[in-house]
């Protein structure tokens, strides 16, 4: 396996861990009634969002050559950062609320 499948196989099975968080966070917050989950809804679909955009660029960038794939891998990990810390930080906003 190249480096690159490598790369887009480590950071598929992030998002798809990420990808059951965000669906943890949905469940529970759902649990908690009406006003939890007005509070919750913006944070939750921003996830999503940044979750979704995330699932294009790796796809759409795994079949570029090899130099436009060194130009845009940065970004991707910038943007796995960025995501998993999102993610990371509701989960303890929710929980601090516990």
Sequence with gaps: MSKREDFVNGIKE??????????????????????????YEDKINYLKKKRDELYEVVDSKKADGEEA??????????????LGEAIANAWNVFNKKD
């Design 14 to 39: 992030k998002l798809d861990s990420w990808n059951a968080q965000i669906d943890d966070l949905e469940a529970k917050v759902k649990g908690k009634g009406t006003a939890v989950q007005q509070k």
């Design 69 to 82: 794939w060194t130009q845009v891998k940065s970004g991707i990990k910038e943007s796995a950062n960025v």
